[in-house]
């Protein structure tokens, strides 16, 4: 017997099309990449499906962004090159026209790789650290703390604290998106396949095992509310 | 009267969720990292590029001009020698985080390079080399192999592992007046971290100096977070500059080179069993590293006592950061050598693994004699959850094909006594209870710990206690480490509670026609014991207090508590591996783990613990290493991607057993169940492979290395 095919620990599908770093690089075009300090992220070749007011340049300077974050607007000044996690964790609150304190989304490792910053961007989970603000004008963001708008907890989120999926919590927020998502586009998602969901979500304390369980219990829950 | 816990408990050791649950899967638990205060300024500080050298030049001029920079100050000077790579030299605070990041890049720095220390090997071979500290006991080593008749050498070892803490280490700092420092600092101790600040470094010589450490959320320790630490310092430092609060949290690389790290330790072992299966001869040749100025925690021979043996250890060190605690310092090391030496020991002496531990348990003249029924007992409960009479098999899976399937058992104990706590309950004539204590909350759930056992003493909810803590102006209680925090917390609270409800008790007994001696406190009511029916409602027996609230003070160190708290703990885990020979892949199937408890005073938060230390053990086990690079001693994999924690299809299935031992008193068990599931990962890939990997992590290299030395 072949032993399975090795877990996919950081699915690359997590990013949806035209949101990475590289795509804000070539929206910039050459101008726009020169005048930022990025630009040792590298310009790929020029691709298609590109905001034509992003083709003008922008930056350095902070410029006016607005984003639909759970349902609201907010306008944000930020650079360029501020990512959409940091927009919202650190600016929203100081340059917004409403003071909301958006920190639920963590920052961790900031370069995609444990999770913590799980955003759903048009109905996708994205990491958010490598999203810049300006390339998520016009999207559908919903973050953690949209979840429990009116106070009411997501079934996922009380379900979490009910088979204590957490503990320091810091990477909780993340994993609790991960897991709305996934039951979202995978109702009645199997244990195995909420496994995979999570397997991008990095945990220190080690509450892998609890927060399995609790997404497992939610998603059963969510489906016979159906 | 000595206090002692009821015997009949309502509230402890039930399964409570954490209260501060819903705040924290919401993201509305503000963290150290998440607090935006107005006019909130951040942090950067500027990081050596070399892992040793002098600085010949600093200037800090031109990030000053540069925008948005409100303070700017050195931490070395020119002359002054770095040592390993991310060492800090100087710091700024700006209006936007990448204000400050770009005008740490246009400080001037340059050095002279010095020739960097970059292996523990490249250490010893140091000119002179570190001299050995040895330690001998029992028979002369010689005498002891002379009564050997069945021997083994082998080499293991544990690599440096860094903390990693989710939440990185840092605090936001927020002078209200000069005299008035308020700190959010991610900590494991604020009273310690508000001490540090006030007593050591700049500030020091402020006359009454008034400092607070608000930490009612912090992100993950493990054994790294116990003071304001440089760069809290730094911050504070800027912020006093500036004039505004400062945000200074370490970003992931900076987390890595200066965050914390646990020493490594590496091992040339021979050991000789007689031939009735039992340890007579122990002869180590060890060395390790605890970066640049510290050493290894020594902790060999672990549990198991020979008749002689002799440890020879060499502390070396190399251009990194120095070690901090971590999770039982120096057990999962020391248990990775010796279990690791008692497997290929029953190997050589052609016992099973499981009797041959069960034989050598600490026995009269060992000071941890009196765990081996506990351990005896786990063992044999391991044994039958894991499958071990019919999943075990001799060295080498006889299965055709490339996956190999094996078994592994390691033992492990802890302290976990409790450490110095005071709290303190204020009961309201409204019947309302506060309780507080100066500890904090890493995630192991004190804040729940807090209420649980008021309740449980004042006989009312959860939800009639408002619990305080994560502050440093409450009662002091020391630093989460040791495993110390739940006992501790649980004494000091226990006894402000019975103290406060003794004064209850003298104000309803007249009104209940009772002596206070005869009166209980349970399911929110005060009632006579011999006269059940006699009795008044809670509110009914506070609102005899007239106007004043009253408050009382439990302290660990009151002599009269002595049993409702004890120290050592014995532990058992098992793991079930697959591994496939052709690319050294280890696959975890299963792992049991029995964890040995005190009173448990939560079942639901103390099973978490396990569940954690098996997967840290895990992680540890199969990916994390810190890599240096073998020239420049800087940091291979300063990040989350080369430096690999465990994921969710990494784990396999965990199996957690809490073995209850509540005569015992309050145990600590955070860090325990970490201990033993490197090495008995370890033995399990050798059970299925047919050789010894010895070195963690095993990673698929190191498998495939030691297949090919077969
Ligand atoms: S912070 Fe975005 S993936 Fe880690
Ligand atoms: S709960 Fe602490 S990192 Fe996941």
């Known amino acids: ?226 | 009267m000595p206090y002692k816990w009821p015997e009949k408990r309502q509230v402890i050791g039930t399964k409570v969720p954490r209260l501060d649950g819903a705040l924290k899967v919401a993201g509305k638990a503000k963290y150290s990292y998440d607090r935006n205060l107005p006019g909130l300024l951040h942090g950067k500080i500027l990081r050596s590029t070399v892992a040793h050298g002098k600085i010949v030049t600093l200037d800090l001029a031109p990030a000053e001009a540069m925008p948005g920079v409100k303070a700017a100050m050195s931490i070395k000077k020119v002359g002054d020698i770095v040592r390993f790579g991310g060492d800090e030299v100087a710091a700024l605070a700006a209006e936007t985080e990448e204000q400050a990041r770009d005008a740490i890049r246009a400080i001037k720095v340059a050095y002279e390079s010095l020739p960097p220390l970059a292996s523990e090997e490249a250490g010893l071979e140091r000119n002179p080399p570190p001299p050995p500290q040895t330690t001998e006991k029992g028979l002369k080593i010689e005498e002891a192999f002379a009564k050997a008749t069945v021997t083994s050498e082998g080499f293991y070892g544990v690599a440096v592992i860094t903390h990693v803490c989710l939440e990185t280490h840092g605090l936001v700092a927020d002078w209200k007046a000069d005299d008035d420092l308020v700190v959010y600092c991610s900590t494991q101790a604020v009273g310690n971290t508000r001490n540090s600040l006030k007593n050591h470094g700049p500030f020091k010589a402020i006359a009454n100096l008034k400092v607070t450490c608000e930490t009612p959320f912090m992100g993950g320790g493990f054994g790294s977070k116990f003071s304001a630490d440089l760069q809290g310092t730094v911050a504070a430092e800027l912020a006093r500059k500036a004039k505004r609060p400062v945000k200074l949290m370490l970003e992931r690389d900076e987390e890595h080179w200066a965050g914390g790290n646990r020493p490594s330790l590496f091992a040339k072992v021979k050991a000789g069993a007689d031939k009735d299966g039992k340890l007579v001869a122990l002869d180590v040749e060890s060395y390790g590293t605890g970066g640049n100025s510290t050493g290894v925690d020594m902790r060999l021979p672990y549990i198991y006592l020979p008749e002689g043996h002799r440890i020879r250890n060499r502390d070396v060190n190399v251009n990194a950061f120095n070690k901090r605690a971590f999770r039982a310092p120096g057990s999962p090391q020391a248990c990775a050598v010796m279990d690791q030496m008692m497997d290929d020991l029953a190997h050589a002496g052609g016992w099973d693994p499981v009797e041959f531990r069960l034989k050598n348990l600490p026995g009269q003249g060992n000071p941890l004699v009196n765990l081996s029924p506990i351990w005896e007992k786990e063992l044999k409960m391991g044994a039958e959850a894991i499958g071990w009479k019919q999943g075990y098999h001799k060295r080498g899976d006889p299965a055709a094909g490339p996956i190999k399937r094996g078994l592994g058992c390691a033992i492990n104990t802890w302290g976990g006594g409790p450490g110095g706590a005071q709290a303190s309950c204020t009961i309201a004539p409204d019947g309302s209870v506060e309780v507080r204590c100066g500890t904090q909350d890493l995630g192991t759930g004190t804040t729940t710990l807090v209420p649980i056992v008021a309740a449980e003493i004042l006989g009312l909810e959860i939800k009639d206690i408002q619990g305080k803590i994560g502050s440093s102006a409450y009662p002091d209680a020391g630093g989460s480490g040791g495993s110390t925090s739940c006992g501790g917390v649980s004494l000091a609270v226990g006894v402000a509670c019975m103290k406060a409800l003794e004064q209850i008790f003298a104000k309803a007994a007249p009104a209940l026609d009772a002596q206070p001696g005869d009166l209980e406190a349970e399911g929110g009511k005060v009632y006579v014991k011999a006269a059940p029916a006699k009795s008044l409602s809670w509110k009914q027996a506070c609102a005899l207090l007239g106007a004043q609230a009253i408050t009382a003070v439990g302290d660990k160190a009151d002599k009269e508590i002595q049993g409702m708290a004890a120290s050592g703990v014995g532990g058992a885990q098992f793991v079930d591996v697959s591994v496939d020979v052709e690319t050294g892949q280890v696959r975890v199937n299963k792992v049991v783990a029995v964890a040995d408890c005190g009173l448990v005073m939560n079942r639901l938060l103390c099973e978490s613990q396990v569940y954690g230390g098996v997967v840290q053990g895990l992680s540890l086990a199969l990916f994390e290493e810190r890599r240096l690079d073998p020239r420049s001693a800087l940091m291979l994999n300063p990040d989350m991607e080369w430096y690999k924690l465990a994921g969710h299809s990494d784990l396999g299935e965990i199996e957690v057993h809490l073995l209850d031992y509540p005569e015992r008193g309050v145990i600590g068990i955070g860090e325990p169940p970490v201990i033993p599931t490197q090495a008995a990962l370890a033995n399990a890939v050798t059970n299925a492979v047919g050789v010894r990997v010895g070195v963690l992590p095993i990673t698929p290299k190191r498998v495939l290395d030691a297949l090919a030395k077969k």
Do not use: W
Request: glycine share 14%; aromatic share 2%; proline share 5%.
């Open chain 1, 1 to 226: 017997m072949k032993k399975e095919k090795q877990p996919a620990r950081r699915p690359s599908a997590k990013a949806p099309k035209g949101v990475s770093r590289r795509g804000f690089f070539q929206a910039m075009g050459l101008a726009g990449a020169a005048a930022t300090t990025l630009a040792q992220g590298g310009c790929g070749s020029s691709g298609g499906g590109v905001d034509p007011a992003l083709q003008q340049g922008v930056g350095p300077d902070a410029i006016d962004v607005a984003l639909k974050v759970n349902g609201r607007d907010v306008k944000v000044k930020v650079e360029p090159r501020v990512t959409l996690l940091d927009a919202l964790r650190d600016h929203l609150k100081l340059g917004s026209t409403e003071p909301v304190d958006l920190t639920g989304s963590k920052r961790v490792c900031d370069r995609g790789s444990c999770g913590a910053c799980t955003m759903i961007v048009d109905g996708r989970t994205v990491y958010s650290c490598t999203v810049l603000a300006v390339e998520a004008q016009g999207r559908q963001i919903r973050t953690v703390e949209g979840l429990s708008e009116g106070g009411k907890l997501h079934p996922v989120q009380e379900e979490f604290v009910a088979c204590d999926g957490l503990m320091c919590g810091f990477c909780t927020p993340g994993f609790v998106m991960s897991a709305v998502s996934c039951l979202e586009r995978t109702p009645g998602a199997t244990a195995d396949q909420i496994r995979k969901c999570l397997d991008g979500n990095i945990c220190r304390c080690g509450t892998q095992p609890r927060a399995l369980e609790a997404v497992v219990k939610a998603g059963a829950r969510m489906k016979g509310r159906r």
